[in-house]
């Protein structure tokens, strides 16, 4: 039974999610507690989103978290019918990609914090089922999928895509496609299971329309519409919205699947801090946005990344690679070969040799959470607003450090 982190191994090469920003998420898993309030970890990194900063934090580059932040970080998705008690959605990582351990944790992480968890594609585990705060996966191949799942947890997510590889089907490994896994899609063992690019029935903004619909009639819950970002989103999330579906979840470059071919992951793609601003005033000139949930994506590495996001327009951010570092990941990007040295990914054998602790993974998950909300108060009492609510859009308390004009003007952000 495992139950301690493993050292993270040296880093030969450039990595976003480097010693600092794996350092940071353990002390969070471990304590439960704010390690500081403005990121200290981006200072390395000339990703964009790293290049806008608070104005609160040039006037005051250093000041310690407080112990007891006094900002309000609920907030609800749907239209007001999920309430959550941050703005925090744990990604969709599906049973077969993790490897059982790690679904059944994050599904409790969200049940005992308030906040929600996707379960992403090919079915559900047993003890995933048994927990409230999830939405459930309607996917290309829809792996597992019956009326059954769909009408377990809070909602349903329809993924057209993903931001590690847009415009690419799912991909499991054969290898990893063993009786479990076998048993809870319904393919045979030992063969890849992969999800073609399109749905066979939505080719258009109209068939989606008829499918959210369809899903909403079954069940009477909320939809939500997944897509990887790329030059046309703020088009589509406009066509998400006017085809009913309650909230868009926008998956951005970077964001993370261990079956994408590293080209795909790497060149194709938009970041989410650019589409997170369009959409949001796309939305907002169509008359589209009250109500509507906007989730961002995509190497979501802090609490005070999900500020800038909230700030910049979304509503919720998706943390997917945040969590499983929480629950051990070292980032050796070797979770499509079914051997993760950390159990995460690891192919789910029925006599495994070693198995992660689920308790442990569960309070791990649990404390990253509240250490990250409370980072996330400090940041909202830091730039004088008392509510994450009330951050929602508010790009005029950002400013871009040598980020080109293109994209200051495409964000709504001014220049230093």
Not at 192 to 198: G, N
Not at 210 to 239: C, D, S, W
Not at 327 to 350: A, R, S, Y
């Amino acid at each position: 039974m495992v139950a301690d982190y493993v050292r993270v191994p040296r880093q030969t090469e450039p990595e976003f999610w480097n010693v600092e920003r794996i350092e940071h998420i353990r002390h969070l898993a471990r304590f439960g507690k704010p390690l500081w309030v403005w990121d200290r970890a981006k200072q390395t990194s000339n990703r964009i989103l790293d290049r806008i900063r608070f104005r609160a934090e040039l006037e005051d580059p250093g000041p310690d978290p407080s112990p007891n932040p006094s900002a309000d970080t609920s907030t609800s998705m749907a239209y007001d019918r999920i309430e959550m008690t941050t703005p925090l959605y744990l990604g969709d990582m599906s049973f077969g990609a993790l490897s059982g351990i790690p679904n059944i944790a994050l599904a409790r992480t969200a049940d005992i914090t308030g906040i929600v968890t996707g379960t992403g594609e090919g079915g559900l585990h047993p003890e995933v089922r048994k927990c409230r705060r999830i939405t459930v996966q309607w996917a290309s191949a829809r792996f597992g999928v019956d009326i059954d799942v769909l009408n377990t947890g809070l909602g349903i997510v329809i993924k057209i895509g993903q931001g590690a590889k847009p415009g690419i089907g799912g991909h499991l490994p054969g290898v990893k496609v063993t009786k479990p896994i076998s048993e809870t899609r319904r393919i045979p063992v030992g063969l890849d299971a992969i999800s073609p690019a399109p749905h066979h029935d939505i080719y258009s903004i109209e068939d989606l329309g008829q499918r959210i619909a369809a899903l909403k009639e079954a069940t009477g819950k909320p939809v939500f519409v997944k897509v990887g970002v790329t030059n046309y989103i703020a088009y589509i999330a406009a066509g998400v919205a006017r085809m009913g579906a309650d909230g868009i979840i926008m998956d951005g470059q970077g964001a993370g699947t261990g079956a994408a071919p590293a080209v795909v992951r790497d060149n194709i793609g938009l970041p989410i801090e650019i589409a997170v601003p369009v959409v949001d005033q796309a939305l907002r000139r169509e008359g589209l946005r009250d109500g509507f949930t906007v989730v961002a994506a995509g190497r979501v590495s802090s609490a005070e990344d999900t500020a800038k996001l909230i700030a910049l327009g979304a509503d919720v951010v998706s943390l997917g690679t945040a969590a499983l570092i929480a629950m051990g990941c070292v980032m050796v990007h070797k979770c499509h070969l079914g051997f993760c040295p950390t159990l995460l990914t690891n192919k789910i054998e029925e006599n495994p040799a070693k198995i992660l602790s689920l308790e442990t993974a569960t309070r791990w998950a649990v404390n990253m959470v509240y250490g990250w909300t409370e980072e996330l108060k400090n940041i909202l009492d830091a730039v004088g607003v008392s509510s994450v609510r009330e951050l929602v859009g508010r790009r005029d308390l950002l400013l871009g450090l040598n980020v080109g004009e293109d994209e200051l003007r495409l964000m709504g952000v001014r220049g230093a």
